[in-house]
Protein backbone atom coordinates (compact mmCIF):
# COMPACT_ATOMS: atom_id res chain seq x y z
CA UNK A 1 0.00 0.00 0.00
CA UNK A 2 1.42 3.24 -0.59
CA UNK A 3 1.90 5.63 2.22
CA UNK A 4 3.08 8.77 0.68
CA UNK A 5 2.23 10.49 -3.11
CA UNK A 6 5.78 9.98 -5.06
CA UNK A 7 6.91 11.06 -8.15
CA UNK A 8 7.60 9.45 -11.51
CA UNK A 9 9.15 11.07 -14.47
CA UNK A 10 7.40 9.19 -17.66
CA UNK A 11 9.66 9.14 -21.01
CA UNK A 12 8.50 8.88 -24.41
CA UNK A 13 9.25 10.42 -27.71
CA UNK A 14 5.70 9.53 -29.14
CA UNK A 15 3.29 12.37 -27.37
CA UNK A 16 0.51 9.72 -27.80
CA UNK A 17 1.94 7.30 -25.85
CA UNK A 18 3.17 10.27 -23.17
CA UNK A 19 -0.59 10.86 -22.61
CA UNK A 20 -1.48 7.32 -22.20
CA UNK A 21 1.04 7.30 -19.28
CA UNK A 22 0.00 10.51 -17.79
CA UNK A 23 -3.42 9.42 -17.67
CA UNK A 24 -2.29 6.34 -15.96
CA UNK A 25 -0.73 7.49 -12.65
CA UNK A 26 -1.96 11.35 -12.71
CA UNK A 27 -4.37 10.16 -10.01
CA UNK A 28 -1.82 8.49 -7.63
CA UNK A 29 1.34 10.43 -8.67
CA UNK A 30 3.24 13.11 -9.08
CA UNK A 31 4.06 13.01 -13.11
CA UNK A 32 7.43 14.71 -14.73
CA UNK A 33 7.19 14.53 -18.70
CA UNK A 34 10.10 13.95 -20.94
CA UNK A 35 10.14 13.28 -24.64
CA UNK A 36 13.81 12.37 -24.64
CA UNK A 37 16.55 10.81 -22.41
CA UNK A 38 18.42 14.54 -23.18
CA UNK A 39 15.19 16.39 -21.65
CA UNK A 40 14.47 13.62 -18.87
CA UNK A 41 17.94 14.36 -17.24
CA UNK A 42 17.39 17.96 -16.88
CA UNK A 43 14.42 17.09 -15.10
CA UNK A 44 16.26 14.83 -12.81
CA UNK A 45 18.54 17.85 -12.04
CA UNK A 46 15.80 20.01 -10.73
CA UNK A 47 12.92 17.93 -9.47
CA UNK A 48 12.39 15.19 -6.76
CA UNK A 49 12.02 11.75 -8.96
CA UNK A 50 10.97 8.21 -6.80
CA UNK A 51 10.74 6.36 -10.27
CA UNK A 52 11.56 6.64 -13.77
CA UNK A 53 9.55 5.09 -16.33
CA UNK A 54 10.88 5.11 -20.06
CA UNK A 55 10.15 3.49 -23.43
CA UNK A 56 13.54 1.53 -24.98
CA UNK A 57 13.46 2.67 -28.05
CA UNK A 58 13.71 6.43 -28.86
CA UNK A 59 15.94 8.54 -31.39
CA UNK A 60 18.64 9.63 -30.08
CA UNK A 61 19.50 8.43 -26.60
CA UNK A 62 17.89 5.07 -26.25
CA UNK A 63 15.61 4.24 -22.80
CA UNK A 64 18.69 1.80 -21.57
CA UNK A 65 20.91 4.68 -22.16
CA UNK A 66 19.44 7.22 -20.16
CA UNK A 67 18.85 4.92 -17.42
CA UNK A 68 22.47 3.90 -17.09
CA UNK A 69 23.63 7.45 -17.13
CA UNK A 70 21.07 8.45 -14.48
CA UNK A 71 22.03 5.47 -12.25
CA UNK A 72 25.28 6.81 -12.07
CA UNK A 73 24.31 9.95 -9.94
CA UNK A 74 20.72 9.06 -8.56
CA UNK A 75 20.81 4.79 -7.79
CA UNK A 76 18.18 4.61 -5.47
CA UNK A 77 15.53 5.32 -8.41
CA UNK A 78 13.18 2.42 -9.42
CA UNK A 79 13.75 1.67 -13.23
CA UNK A 80 11.41 0.55 -15.34
CA UNK A 81 11.70 -0.14 -19.22
CA UNK A 82 8.53 -0.14 -21.69
CA UNK A 83 9.95 -2.69 -24.74
CA UNK A 84 8.50 -4.43 -27.63
CA UNK A 85 11.57 -6.80 -27.48
CA UNK A 86 13.33 -5.41 -30.14
CA UNK A 87 17.01 -5.73 -28.49
CA UNK A 88 16.03 -8.47 -26.45
CA UNK A 89 20.15 -8.54 -25.48
CA UNK A 90 20.84 -5.29 -24.31
CA UNK A 91 17.77 -5.45 -21.95
CA UNK A 92 18.73 -8.82 -20.40
CA UNK A 93 22.23 -7.06 -20.00
CA UNK A 94 21.06 -4.05 -18.55
CA UNK A 95 18.97 -5.90 -15.84
CA UNK A 96 21.73 -7.76 -14.76
CA UNK A 97 23.82 -5.03 -14.15
CA UNK A 98 20.98 -3.45 -12.46
CA UNK A 99 20.62 -0.30 -14.51
CA UNK A 100 17.21 -1.54 -15.19
CA UNK A 101 14.28 -3.24 -12.11
CA UNK A 102 11.72 -4.16 -14.29
CA UNK A 103 10.51 -4.39 -17.95
CA UNK A 104 7.13 -4.04 -19.27
CA UNK A 105 5.93 -5.64 -22.76
CA UNK A 106 4.13 -3.54 -24.80
CA UNK A 107 1.08 -3.49 -25.57
CA UNK A 108 0.62 -2.84 -21.36
CA UNK A 109 -2.34 -2.32 -19.48
CA UNK A 110 -3.20 0.22 -17.40
CA UNK A 111 -3.78 -1.16 -14.54
CA UNK A 112 -1.20 -4.22 -15.21
CA UNK A 113 1.48 -1.08 -15.23
CA UNK A 114 -0.18 0.61 -11.92
CA UNK A 115 0.00 -2.38 -10.18
CA UNK A 116 3.77 -3.13 -11.25
CA UNK A 117 4.95 0.26 -10.39
CA UNK A 118 3.23 0.79 -6.59
CA UNK A 119 5.36 -3.29 -6.40
CA UNK A 120 8.53 -1.54 -7.47
CA UNK A 121 8.14 1.50 -5.21
CA UNK A 122 7.39 -0.29 -2.15
CA UNK A 123 10.09 -3.18 -2.59
CA UNK A 124 12.62 -0.39 -2.80
CA UNK A 125 11.31 1.72 0.13
CA UNK A 126 11.70 -1.58 1.76
CA UNK A 127 15.29 -1.33 0.51
CA UNK A 128 15.58 2.29 1.67
CA UNK A 129 14.07 1.24 5.30
CA UNK A 130 16.60 -1.47 5.69
CA UNK A 131 19.44 0.98 4.86
CA UNK A 132 18.00 3.17 7.28
CA UNK A 133 17.93 1.13 10.01
CA UNK A 134 21.65 -0.94 9.20
CA UNK A 135 22.86 3.09 9.42
CA UNK A 136 20.97 3.35 12.85
CA UNK A 137 22.97 0.16 14.19
CA UNK A 138 25.93 1.28 12.87
CA UNK A 139 25.94 4.81 14.97
CA UNK A 140 24.22 2.95 17.64
CA UNK A 141 27.49 0.93 17.67
CA UNK A 142 29.88 3.05 17.27
CA UNK A 143 28.04 5.29 19.70
CA UNK A 144 28.08 2.06 22.65
CA UNK A 145 31.77 1.22 21.39
CA UNK A 146 32.96 4.72 22.29
CA UNK A 147 30.85 4.76 25.44
CA UNK A 148 32.55 1.33 26.43
CA UNK A 149 35.86 3.05 26.09
CA UNK A 150 34.62 6.31 28.28
CA UNK A 151 33.32 3.69 31.23
CA UNK A 152 36.61 2.20 30.99
CA UNK A 153 38.25 5.51 31.35
CA UNK A 154 35.79 6.51 34.67
CA UNK A 155 36.64 2.82 35.80
CA UNK A 156 40.22 3.16 35.30
CA UNK A 157 40.18 6.88 37.39
CA UNK A 158 39.85 4.72 40.38
CA UNK A 159 43.16 2.52 39.61
CA UNK A 160 45.19 5.19 38.31
CA UNK A 161 46.71 8.13 40.68
CA UNK A 162 45.23 11.66 39.44
CA UNK A 163 48.67 12.63 40.18
CA UNK A 164 52.11 10.62 39.41
CA UNK A 165 53.16 9.45 42.89
CA UNK A 166 56.95 9.87 43.17
CA UNK A 167 59.59 11.03 46.02
CA UNK A 168 62.85 10.14 43.64
CA UNK A 169 64.63 13.24 41.96
CA UNK A 170 64.68 11.51 38.79
CA UNK A 171 61.11 10.77 38.67
CA UNK A 172 60.94 14.73 39.28
CA UNK A 173 63.22 15.45 36.19
CA UNK A 174 61.43 13.43 34.29
CA UNK A 175 57.99 15.03 34.64
CA UNK A 176 59.76 18.92 34.36
CA UNK A 177 61.39 17.48 31.35
CA UNK A 178 57.09 16.67 30.03
CA UNK A 179 55.43 19.60 31.22
CA UNK A 180 57.90 21.05 28.09
CA UNK A 181 55.91 19.24 25.58
CA UNK A 182 52.51 18.63 27.33
CA UNK A 183 50.60 21.73 25.76
CA UNK A 184 52.22 20.74 22.14
CA UNK A 185 51.02 18.38 19.72
CA UNK A 186 54.76 16.62 19.34
CA UNK A 187 54.87 12.68 19.68
CA UNK A 188 56.37 11.08 22.79
CA UNK A 189 58.23 7.72 22.83
CA UNK A 190 58.10 6.66 26.65
CA UNK A 191 60.77 4.26 27.14
CA UNK A 192 61.34 2.02 29.97
CA UNK A 193 61.18 -1.59 31.39
CA UNK A 194 58.10 -3.33 31.89
CA UNK A 195 56.25 -2.20 35.10
CA UNK A 196 57.92 1.39 35.15
CA UNK A 197 54.59 3.44 34.58
CA UNK A 198 54.74 3.97 31.07
CA UNK A 199 51.09 4.35 30.25
CA UNK A 200 50.68 6.17 33.94
CA UNK A 201 53.20 8.62 32.19
CA UNK A 202 51.12 8.71 28.94
CA UNK A 203 48.04 9.38 30.76
CA UNK A 204 49.93 12.39 32.35
CA UNK A 205 50.75 13.52 29.23
CA UNK A 206 47.42 13.28 28.08
CA UNK A 207 45.66 14.78 31.20
CA UNK A 208 48.11 18.20 30.98
CA UNK A 209 47.89 18.48 27.14
CA UNK A 210 44.84 20.53 25.10
CA UNK A 211 43.32 17.35 24.76
CA UNK A 212 42.74 16.52 28.62
CA UNK A 213 38.79 16.87 27.96
CA UNK A 214 38.74 14.62 24.99
CA UNK A 215 39.07 10.53 24.45
CA UNK A 216 42.78 8.46 25.42
CA UNK A 217 42.76 5.43 24.05
CA UNK A 218 45.34 2.48 25.07
CA UNK A 219 46.30 0.14 22.79
CA UNK A 220 48.94 -2.55 23.12
CA UNK A 221 50.78 -3.21 19.65
CA UNK A 222 51.60 -6.75 20.47
CA UNK A 223 48.45 -7.80 21.72
CA UNK A 224 45.87 -7.90 18.20
CA UNK A 225 45.93 -10.84 16.49
CA UNK A 226 48.13 -10.06 13.24
CA UNK A 227 44.81 -10.90 11.13
CA UNK A 228 43.00 -8.29 12.83
CA UNK A 229 45.70 -5.48 13.09
CA UNK A 230 44.44 -3.43 10.05
CA UNK A 231 41.19 -3.51 10.46
CA UNK A 232 41.16 -2.59 14.83
CA UNK A 233 43.57 -0.14 14.21
CA UNK A 234 41.98 1.49 10.87
CA UNK A 235 38.54 0.02 10.56
CA UNK A 236 36.68 -1.71 7.61
CA UNK A 237 33.90 -1.05 5.60
CA UNK A 238 30.87 -3.02 5.34
CA UNK A 239 31.56 -5.96 2.99
CA UNK A 240 35.14 -5.77 3.09
CA UNK A 241 35.94 -9.08 4.12
CA UNK A 242 34.03 -12.27 5.27
CA UNK A 243 32.00 -11.14 8.03
CA UNK A 244 32.32 -7.43 7.90
CA UNK A 245 28.41 -7.48 7.65
CA UNK A 246 28.94 -3.75 9.88
CA UNK A 247 30.68 -0.88 9.22
CA UNK A 248 33.63 -0.57 12.06
CA UNK A 249 35.98 2.48 13.16
CA UNK A 250 39.21 1.67 14.42
CA UNK A 251 41.15 2.78 17.17
CA UNK A 252 42.77 6.22 14.99
CA UNK A 253 38.99 6.73 14.08
CA UNK A 254 37.30 6.80 17.69
CA UNK A 255 40.51 8.69 19.75
CA UNK A 256 39.61 11.42 16.43
CA UNK A 257 40.13 14.59 18.56
CA UNK A 258 41.86 12.81 21.46
CA UNK A 259 45.10 11.14 22.02
CA UNK A 260 45.99 7.31 21.35
CA UNK A 261 48.76 5.49 23.43
CA UNK A 262 50.26 3.30 21.18
CA UNK A 263 51.64 0.84 24.21
CA UNK A 264 54.74 -1.67 23.20
CA UNK A 265 54.97 -0.08 19.81
CA UNK A 266 58.35 -1.95 19.45
CA UNK A 267 56.14 -5.12 19.14
CA UNK A 268 54.09 -4.10 16.28
CA UNK A 269 54.08 -6.17 13.22
CA UNK A 270 55.80 -4.96 9.69
CA UNK A 271 52.44 -4.32 8.21
CA UNK A 272 51.35 -2.22 10.71
CA UNK A 273 54.29 -0.17 11.01
CA UNK A 274 54.13 0.80 7.08
CA UNK A 275 50.34 2.04 8.24
CA UNK A 276 51.28 3.50 11.77
CA UNK A 277 53.61 5.91 9.59
CA UNK A 278 51.70 6.93 7.16
CA UNK A 279 49.14 8.11 10.16
CA UNK A 280 51.87 10.16 11.50
CA UNK A 281 53.39 11.58 8.35
CA UNK A 282 50.08 12.47 6.57
CA UNK A 283 47.07 12.30 9.91
CA UNK A 284 45.27 10.13 7.16
CA UNK A 285 43.78 6.09 7.55
CA UNK A 286 42.76 3.91 4.85
CA UNK A 287 40.06 1.66 6.68
CA UNK A 288 40.02 -2.05 4.83
CA UNK A 289 37.73 -1.61 2.21
CA UNK A 290 38.09 2.18 1.78
CA UNK A 291 39.04 3.93 -1.54
CA UNK A 292 39.66 7.42 -0.16
CA UNK A 293 41.78 7.94 2.86
CA UNK A 294 40.08 9.32 6.06
CA UNK A 295 41.34 12.56 7.48
CA UNK A 296 41.88 11.79 11.93
CA UNK A 297 43.26 14.41 14.38
CA UNK A 298 44.71 12.54 16.86
CA UNK A 299 47.66 12.81 19.11
CA UNK A 300 50.17 9.98 19.48
CA UNK A 301 52.32 8.51 22.34
CA UNK A 302 54.61 5.40 22.03
CA UNK A 303 55.95 3.09 24.24
CA UNK A 304 58.19 0.60 24.08
CA UNK A 305 60.60 -1.99 26.76
CA UNK A 306 63.03 -2.53 23.66
CA UNK A 307 65.97 -0.83 22.72
CA UNK A 308 64.33 0.19 19.49
CA UNK A 309 68.23 1.06 17.83
CA UNK A 310 68.81 -2.50 18.01
CA UNK A 311 65.70 -3.60 16.60
CA UNK A 312 66.03 -1.06 13.80
CA UNK A 313 69.68 -2.56 12.86
CA UNK A 314 68.15 -6.12 13.18
CA UNK A 315 65.49 -4.81 10.72
CA UNK A 316 63.01 -5.80 12.92
CA UNK A 317 61.27 -2.21 13.09
CA UNK A 318 61.26 0.07 10.80
CA UNK A 319 64.04 2.98 10.49
CA UNK A 320 61.83 5.71 9.09
CA UNK A 321 58.76 4.56 12.05
CA UNK A 322 61.60 5.09 14.63
CA UNK A 323 62.45 8.94 13.69
CA UNK A 324 59.52 9.73 13.63
CA UNK A 325 57.78 8.51 17.03
CA UNK A 326 61.67 9.13 18.52
CA UNK A 327 60.82 13.40 17.77
CA UNK A 328 60.60 13.65 21.79
CA UNK A 329 61.41 10.48 23.89
CA UNK A 330 61.65 9.95 27.62
CA UNK A 331 62.79 7.20 29.61
CA UNK A 332 61.54 5.98 32.68
CA UNK A 333 64.32 4.40 35.26
CA UNK A 334 63.56 1.03 37.01
CA UNK A 335 62.26 1.16 40.37
CA UNK A 336 65.56 -0.03 41.46
CA UNK A 337 67.01 2.91 40.45
CA UNK A 338 64.92 5.62 41.96
CA UNK A 339 64.60 4.07 45.70
CA UNK A 340 63.17 6.95 47.03
CA UNK A 341 59.80 6.52 44.83
CA UNK A 342 59.23 3.13 46.33
CA UNK A 343 57.75 4.20 49.80
CA UNK A 344 55.14 6.85 48.49
CA UNK A 345 54.59 4.07 46.35
CA UNK A 346 53.95 1.30 49.00
CA UNK A 347 51.90 4.09 50.89
CA UNK A 348 49.92 4.68 48.25
CA UNK A 349 49.25 1.35 46.93
CA UNK A 350 48.37 0.51 51.27
CA UNK A 351 45.26 3.11 51.06
CA UNK A 352 44.40 2.21 47.29
CA UNK A 353 43.94 -1.56 48.22
CA UNK A 354 42.85 -1.39 51.36
CA UNK A 355 39.61 0.99 50.17
CA UNK A 356 39.05 -1.95 47.25
CA UNK A 357 39.35 -4.67 49.20
CA UNK A 358 37.18 -3.13 52.52
CA UNK A 359 40.02 -4.19 54.65
CA UNK A 360 41.60 -1.42 57.36
CA UNK A 361 45.23 -2.16 57.33
CA UNK A 362 47.54 -0.79 59.67
CA UNK A 363 50.76 0.45 58.56
CA UNK A 364 53.95 -0.69 57.55
CA UNK A 365 56.32 -1.78 60.23
CA UNK A 366 60.26 -0.10 60.39
CA UNK A 367 61.42 -3.13 59.11
CA UNK A 368 59.05 -4.47 56.51
CA UNK A 369 59.76 -0.98 54.80
CA UNK A 370 64.04 -1.58 54.72
CA UNK A 371 62.92 -5.42 52.90
CA UNK A 372 60.73 -3.03 50.71
CA UNK A 373 63.79 -0.67 50.45
CA UNK A 374 66.54 -3.30 49.95
CA UNK A 375 64.92 -5.65 46.95
CA UNK A 376 65.95 -4.71 43.52
CA UNK A 377 62.15 -4.96 42.64
CA UNK A 378 62.68 -6.27 39.06
CA UNK A 379 59.36 -6.24 37.87
CA UNK A 380 59.53 -2.11 39.01
CA UNK A 381 56.28 -0.89 40.22
CA UNK A 382 53.60 -3.33 38.95
CA UNK A 383 55.95 -6.09 40.81
CA UNK A 384 55.32 -3.29 44.13
CA UNK A 385 51.69 -2.79 43.32
CA UNK A 386 50.99 -7.22 43.30
CA UNK A 387 53.00 -7.51 46.41
CA UNK A 388 51.18 -4.27 48.59
CA UNK A 389 47.94 -6.16 47.56
CA UNK A 390 49.24 -9.45 48.98
CA UNK A 391 50.46 -7.71 52.51
CA UNK A 392 46.72 -6.18 52.51
CA UNK A 393 45.14 -9.64 51.94
CA UNK A 394 47.35 -10.91 54.65
CA UNK A 395 47.55 -8.16 57.09
CA UNK A 396 45.08 -8.36 60.39
CA UNK A 397 42.77 -5.05 60.75
CA UNK A 398 44.77 -2.60 62.71
CA UNK A 399 47.87 -4.15 63.35
CA UNK A 400 51.40 -3.04 61.80
CA UNK A 401 52.36 -5.10 58.84
CA UNK A 402 55.72 -6.90 59.46
CA UNK A 403 58.09 -8.60 57.12
CA UNK A 404 56.86 -11.54 57.72
CA UNK A 405 54.21 -10.77 55.80
CA UNK A 406 55.99 -10.28 52.83
CA UNK A 407 56.93 -12.98 49.95
CA UNK A 408 59.72 -15.11 50.90
CA UNK A 409 61.78 -14.14 47.88
CA UNK A 410 61.78 -10.27 49.46
CA UNK A 411 62.42 -11.19 52.68
CA UNK A 412 65.34 -13.66 51.57
CA UNK A 413 66.92 -10.25 49.83
CA UNK A 414 67.99 -9.30 53.59
CA UNK A 415 72.17 -10.80 53.01
CA UNK A 416 73.70 -11.13 56.20
CA UNK A 417 71.96 -13.90 57.15
CA UNK A 418 72.38 -15.76 54.43
CA UNK A 419 75.88 -15.26 54.33
CA UNK A 420 76.39 -15.67 58.42
CA UNK A 421 76.63 -19.24 58.25
CA UNK A 422 79.69 -19.87 55.86
CA UNK A 423 77.57 -22.15 53.54
CA UNK A 424 78.47 -21.04 50.45
CA UNK A 425 77.38 -23.71 48.09
CA UNK A 426 74.10 -22.52 49.75
CA UNK A 427 74.57 -19.08 49.05
CA UNK A 428 75.33 -19.85 45.26
CA UNK A 429 71.99 -21.28 45.07
CA UNK A 430 70.04 -18.85 47.15
CA UNK A 431 71.48 -16.18 44.52
CA UNK A 432 71.01 -18.22 41.44
CA UNK A 433 67.61 -18.90 42.03
CA UNK A 434 67.17 -15.18 42.82
CA UNK A 435 68.54 -13.66 39.63
CA UNK A 436 66.51 -16.46 37.85
CA UNK A 437 63.61 -14.93 39.57
CA UNK A 438 64.04 -11.29 38.94
CA UNK A 439 64.99 -12.11 35.36
CA UNK A 440 61.39 -14.01 34.95
CA UNK A 441 59.68 -11.25 36.58
CA UNK A 442 61.33 -8.36 34.52
CA UNK A 443 60.58 -10.40 31.11
CA UNK A 444 57.27 -10.81 32.30
CA UNK A 445 56.88 -14.59 32.80
CA UNK A 446 58.55 -15.25 29.26
CA UNK A 447 60.83 -18.39 29.51
CA UNK A 448 62.98 -18.17 26.33
CA UNK A 449 63.57 -14.14 26.85
CA UNK A 450 64.74 -15.15 30.25
CA UNK A 451 67.17 -17.66 29.16
CA UNK A 452 68.92 -15.37 26.58
CA UNK A 453 68.91 -13.04 29.42
CA UNK A 454 70.39 -15.13 32.22
CA UNK A 455 72.82 -16.60 28.93
CA UNK A 456 71.79 -19.97 29.50
CA UNK A 457 69.39 -22.25 27.04
CA UNK A 458 65.82 -22.76 27.35
CA UNK A 459 65.77 -26.40 28.82
CA UNK A 460 68.72 -25.84 30.83
CA UNK A 461 65.87 -23.02 32.84
CA UNK A 462 62.96 -25.62 32.89
CA UNK A 463 65.43 -27.93 34.83
CA UNK A 464 65.98 -24.86 37.05
CA UNK A 465 62.37 -23.76 37.38
CA UNK A 466 61.06 -27.09 38.08
CA UNK A 467 63.40 -27.86 40.85
CA UNK A 468 62.80 -24.60 42.22
CA UNK A 469 59.06 -25.65 42.25
CA UNK A 470 58.31 -23.11 39.84
Avoid at 38 to 58: H, S
Avoid at 101 to 107: D, G, L, R, V
Avoid at 154 to 165: F, G, H, L, N, R
Avoid at 331 to 353: G, S
Wanted: net charge neutral; aromatic share 6%.
Amino acid sequence: MIKRKYALLLVDDEQANLQKLQRTFMDQYDVHLAQSGEEALQILQNAPVDAIITDQKMPGMTGIEFLELSQKTYPNLVRIVLTGFTDVEDLIAAINTGKVHKYITKPWEPEDLRLAVQDSLEKQELVRENERLATELKQANEKLQTENIILRQEVEKQVYPKSIIYGSPEMENILRLLRRVTGTETTVLIQGETGTGKELIARFIHAESNRRDQIFIPVNCGAIPKDLVESEFFGHSRGAFTGATQEKKGYFEMANGGTIFLDEIGEAPQELQIKLLRVIQESEIMPVGYHQPKKVDVRILASTNRDLKAEVAANRFRQDLFFRINVFSVTIPPLRERKKDILPLAEFFLEQFSRKLNRKSGSLSKDTEELLLGYSWPGNVRELQNEIERLVLLSEAGKKIGPELLSDHIRQRHRPSLLSNGDLKSAVRELEEEMIRDTLSRFGENKSRTARALGISRQSLLEKLKRMGI
